[in-house]
């Protein structure tokens, strides 16, 4: 039996997505696998007063079950409610990979579907997207599509190298496939290993040649940008202080995310900073505290670290902080 996200309380992108090109930020999309990542994201997002965007990948909706997804996802909208906060929650699927996986998303309450065909050749990642787009919009669910590939592994994903995406692409994918949204290459990376550099040696800036003749070609159309945690130091190093190997972990500098968001980027995604904040609280927590078992006493404070830091973001790097009201009173007036 199918749902529509419209029965969860959720939204599509499509209000938030033109509020942010025309302001000049970009909405967080947030990847969450349990039950602390979603209340640190929803608390950080109402603390913040953003737009969210929670993401699901695959192997996070397997892990979570997809049955008690959708009531995670209910639970999360009723908890910003019960809070009198008023913030519009998507819940998308990250990095589909085939049209059933899509079609079962869209079927479960999923809001927004990401069909990733960056592996196939260009008319084969045509003829899937715009099967995936044509199910979708029957459904009023949007589609995020890709062209380019990222380096980098998280999660399914995974890639040895990455390829830039060719301007020249996008406006024929565009058109033929119907998509609401195009993820792009301009040199962001899964995982938290983005770049191997040499000592001394600094993270190569982003292509933002290439995103200005994309945004050129096709203009005001929302653009997202995946692989954009940026790795902080202080993570990294907690995780590595107390016992973690996490040697060389680097990611793509806030102020090139602060950029990006001023620009057609309007989603931009976060996943592995939100694994290292966990896991270094975690780790610390249990180093100073071997005796402790209860995992509400290192996964609390893991929940209240990861909080800060999505306010933080959202206030500093995307510039979401302070949108989420004036969109979501716009969407009921949509509704």
């Known amino acids: 039996m199918s749902v529509s996200y419209k029965e969860l309380g959720l939204v599509t992108t499509r209000v938030m997505f033109q509020k942010a090109m025309d302001g000049g930020f970009a909405i967080p999309a947030y990847n969450f696998n349990n039950m602390e ?37 209910l639970g999360a909208v009723e908890m910003v ?15 589909g990979d085939t049209f059933e996986l899509c079609k079962s998303c869209i079927d479960s309450g999923f809001s927004s579907v990401m069909i990733d065909g960056s592996h196939l050749s260009f008319e084969e990642n045509i003829q899937l997207t715009s099967k995936v787009v044509e199910y979708a ?15 980098g592994i998280e999660d399914n994903v995974a890639a040895e190298k990455s390829h830039y995406t060719q301007p020249e692409e996008v406006e024929e994918f565009v058109t033929q496939t119907g998509v609401d949204s195009l993820a792009i290459s301009i040199g962001t990376s899964h995982g938290a290993y ?20 994309i945004e050129r070609r096709l203009p005001g159309f929302p653009i997202v940008l995946h692989g954009s945690s940026s790795v902080l130091p ?13 040697e ?5 500098p806030e102020d090139q995310l602060r950029k990006a968001a001023k620009s057609a980027v309007c989603k931009i995604n976060i996943d592995s900073d939100g694994r290292l904040v966990v896991t ?6 249990l180093a ?15 929940r209240e670290e990861l909080q800060e830091m999505i306010a933080r973001k959202n206030k500093d790097v995307l510039g979401s902080a302070g949108h989420g009201r004036e969109i979501m009173e716009e969407e009921e007036i949509v509704l």
Do not use: W
């Open 194 to 213: 983005k770049f191997k550099l040499k000592e001394g040696e600094q993270v190569p800036p982003l292509r933002f040649d290439i995103l200005e003749e």
């Open 288 to 302: 100073e505290n071997p005796k402790e078992f209860d995992p509400r006493k290192y996964l609390g404070p893991a």
């Open 37 to 73: 990542q979603l209340q640190s994201i929803i608390r950080g997002c109402m603390e913040s007063d953003s737009p969210v965007i929670l993401q699901v990948s695959s192997g996070a909706r397997k892990y979570a079950d997809p049955t008690l997804l959708r009531y995670m996802a």
């Open 234 to 246: 202080v993570y990294v190093d907690m995780i590595n202080q107390y016992g973690g190997r996490l």
């Open 280 to 285: 270094a609280v975690v780790r610390k927590v």
């Open 81 to 95: 409610k019960a809070s009198g906060a008023k913030i519009p929650i998507t819940l998308h699927l990250d990095h």
């Open 248 to 252: 060389g972990a680097v990611g793509i």
């Open 137 to 151: 919009h029957k459904c009023d669910v949007v589609v995020e599509g890709e062209l380019g590939v990222l380096a």
